[in-house]
């Protein structure tokens, strides 16, 4: 159970693309707890440098001083996040795109 656990994004049950508790989409499920976390989390300029600097120059495993811990599960969320936030739902593909973050392990 605690190795379940540790793969629920933020700790919370049922948080993950593939729970049925997910919802993607929806004003409920553990998505909608999650991106409000997320949201939060990265709400500042410098700490979306952090996570950039984290991502693209010092790799995930690095312990340099911007390191942020960040698992890839919350890449995915934010990615999805901005995608949403950035892209009317009737542009071609978006639906697709999002399933396939789903079922990408």
Known sequence: QQQQQQQWLYGIPGASWTSNDWKWGYGIGTAHQCAKICRKRWSTVERRQDLLHTLLLTGMSDNHHNHVDVS?????????LTWQRGQPRRYAGYIDVLQKLATTT
Not at 72 to 80: F, P, Q
């Open 72 to 80: 890839m599960d919350e890449v995915r969320l934010i990615l999805a």
